[in-house]
């Protein structure tokens, strides 16, 4: 069975190809027993917002040397879990408060809508003055040097001066710094902490709960009370969060999961239905909630084989399911670090290669976030702000210019879609299928054009990539993007498009379907 280039393999290998995949052979299969797909909940609905989303780094971390990127260490004779660093070390060098504003600045050239910082990353630092732990910006040296020093604060007051939804980073199972406390009152301190993040500073759109799974892996820090805490006390606090702040997104968490982590390139296709495994849930939480807890997570669901793999998954009418939003996470550093660590030099990758990763998940349905860390300082270097403006560039170019549109239309499945094009001269076209209404419903699908030019035989620069009057693909979800030509300058003219949809997870889904001409930019062959 061919694969899609996208997020395969060999586009890892040779990541400046991967806009351009062969065709996908997948084949249609129906499945087993009759299949409702999952629906988004109004807060998963809402993410979709900040498809795109940004990052920024910086915290204790950035003061330490690469070998302590995770600012926790257990002493081996006593067993102890405590971060590596004081709060002392954290003494950015400057006479004037940290502008925050340069962050926001920066993701929103850079076309992004969403930006997260870490108020409380893993070894416990908070970048607030909590009243619920000592280990915090109030007692280092950046705090007495300016008092009620908050960047908690200024960075939310950045975003909503300039439009950026504030997204929140903390890595709730990973507090070096309160490892040695009882469960209960770990749990009181860390519900205070929470409480302050999403109440204090006003509506927090989305909170990144990092670590989340690490309860049932029994992870450190907890070697005070021989590994973690189990299931019930988590359950409890994922409930209380949902309680408090209803209208957060939690992705990472329990409105969805990293996918590919890292990697940024996404492993197409991007289903985003997955089943409960079979386990005892208590009655108060619902089960999606629970979901990233148990084990079945995004990679069973994302970057799967398509239809053949669903079939599987999906044996029975009372197999649970949930509708999970997934996303691939980057940094622009080339080193591949999170921080930017002492000594280090701000390399950030190309044009090119961050073009194709915002390519290969924005414009395949998938979320991405890209992180921009600060430097000592606390601000983002000048060479990392000219690539993200780079990219911004770029990924304008790539989204393009709709030339026509027709919106969610009702289509059979197995079925097809036609519109006439006969006047239109493009080079993509855009999906959409209509989530709130019936969910993903399309698993395999192609695009025929009928009596498109063909090239001279010179200008083909080869047999896999070249200028297609068919295409073909898997999933479709929120939206994806298909390219017709590898030239900005060459469009496609033909008198009709058809969409054909040959996999499916339901007898109906609703279409939106836009013709575009895109400008490739980095992404334009050579």
């Given at each position: 069975m061919l694969r899609s280039l996208v997020g395969s393999e060999m586009c890892i290998r040779d990541r400046s190809r991967w806009l351009f995949p062969c065709l996908v052979?997948?084949?249609?299969?129906?499945?087993?027993?009759?299949?409702?797909?999952?629906r988004p909940s109004t807060r998963q609905l809402k993410s979709y917002d900040w498809l795109f989303s940004a990052f920024v780094h910086f915290g204790p971390t950035t003061f330490l040397p690469h070998s302590q990127d995770n600012n926790c260490a257990t002493n081996?004779?006593?067993?102890?879990?405590?971060?590596?660093?004081?709060?002392?070390?954290?003494?950015?060098?400057?006479?004037?408060?940290?502008?925050?504003?340069?962050?926001?600045?920066?993701?929103?050239?850079m076309g992004a809508t969403q930006l997260c910082f870490t108020a409380h990353h893993s070894g416990g630092f908070a970048m607030w003055p909590s009243n619920f732990k000592n280990y915090t910006i109030a007692n280092s040296p950046y705090?007495?040097?300016?008092?009620?020093?908050?960047?908690?604060?200024?960075?939310?007051?950045?975003?909503?001066?300039?439009?950026?939804?504030?997204?929140?980073?903390?890595?709730?199972?990973?507090?070096?710094?309160?490892?040695?406390?009882?469960?209960?009152?770990?749990?009181?301190?860390?519900?205070?902490?929470?409480?302050?993040?999403?109440q204090d500073y006003g509506t927090i759109d989305r909170l990144w709960l990092d670590t989340v799974w690490t309860p049932f892996n029994n992870y450190p820090p907890h070697g005070g009370h021989g590994g973690s805490f189990g299931i019930a006390p988590w359950r409890d606090l994922f409930g209380w969060?949902?309680?408090?702040?209803?209208?957060?997104?939690?992705?990472?968490?329990?409105?969805?999961?990293e996918v590919n982590s890292d990697y940024g390139y996404g492993r197409y296709p991007y289903m985003t239905a997955g089943v409960l495994p079979p386990i005892s849930i208590d009655a108060r939480l619902p089960d999606r909630m629970m979901e990233p807890l148990i084990g079945e997570n995004c990679w069973s669901i994302y970057g799967g084989n398509g239809v053949q793999n669903l079939s599987q998954i999906y044996s029975g009418p009372d197999q649970p399911t949930y509708f999970k939003v997934g996303e691939d996470m980057a940094t622009i550093q080339r080193s591949g670090e999170w921080f930017l660590h002492p000594g280090d030099q701000p390399l950030a990758w190309s044009p090119q290669v961050l073009a194709g990763q915002y390519a290969a998940t924005v414009l395949r349905g998938l979320h991405w976030i890209l992180n921009i860390p600060a430097g000592d300082d606390g601000q983002l270097p000048a060479a990392y702000t000219a690539a993200a403006a780079a990219l911004g560039t770029a990924q304008?170019?790539?989204?393009?210019?709709?030339?026509?549109?027709?919106?969610?239309?009702?289509?059979?499945?197995?079925g097809q879609l036609e519109l006439r094009t006969s006047e239109l001269a493009y080079n993509a076209v855009f999906l959409a299928e209509d989530l709130a209404s019936t969910g993903q419903v399309v698993a395999n699908y192609t695009i025929q054009l009928d009596q498109a030019p063909a090239l001279p035989p010179a200008q083909i620069p080869g047999p896999a990539f070249g200028e297609w009057n068919t295409r073909a693909g898997a999933s479709i979800g929120f939206g994806v993007l298909d390219l017709l030509s590898r030239s900005s300058e060459h469009m496609m003219r033909s008198d009709t498009l058809t969409v054909h949809l040959t996999g499916c997870l339901g007898s109906r889904a609703r279409l939106a379907i836009e013709v575009r001409r895109v400008e490739l930019g980095p992404l334009a062959r050579q």
């Open positions: 052979a997948f084949a249609s299969a129906a499945l087993a027993a009759p299949f409702t797909p999952p081996s004779s006593t067993n102890i879990t405590a971060p590596i660093a004081p709060a002392s070390i954290f003494a950015p060098n400057r006479t004037d408060p940290i502008d925050t504003d340069q962050w926001v600045q920066t993701v929103q050239a705090g007495r040097r300016f008092p009620g020093a908050d960047l908690v604060r200024d960075f939310v007051n950045s975003c909503r001066k300039f439009g950026v939804s504030p997204c929140i980073y903390i890595a709730p199972e990973v507090d070096c710094d309160m490892a040695m406390l009882e469960q209960a009152e770990y749990f009181t301190r860390l519900k205070g902490m929470l409480g302050e993040l999403l969060i949902e309680r408090i702040s209803p209208n957060t997104v939690s992705i990472p968490g329990y409105d969805g999961c304008r170019g790539l989204n393009g210019t709709v030339l026509f549109a027709r919106g969610f239309t009702d289509v059979s499945c197995p």
